[in-house]
């Protein structure tokens, strides 16, 4: 896991993504009429991204299966 300075484990990522400027308009306007932030609209659609696509990934069930019911 990525670190600190000091040494303390890291819970957030500074990271820099390119997208449409018409689309940052959208994300801008939406965050105002909703009162979120652009990274917290922008971290809430990833989360809601992956888990829509996990649903499709066999080998990702297998290991849910294996953890948890399969004791």
Known sequence: MPKT?????RTSENISVTIPSWLV???EEFC????YTKSGLIRRALKHYIAARRQYDHDYWIQVYNEYFDK
């Open 25 to 27: 308009e959208v994300t």
């Open 32 to 35: 105002k009429r909703h009162d």
């Open 5 to 9: 300075e000091n040494g303390l484990v």
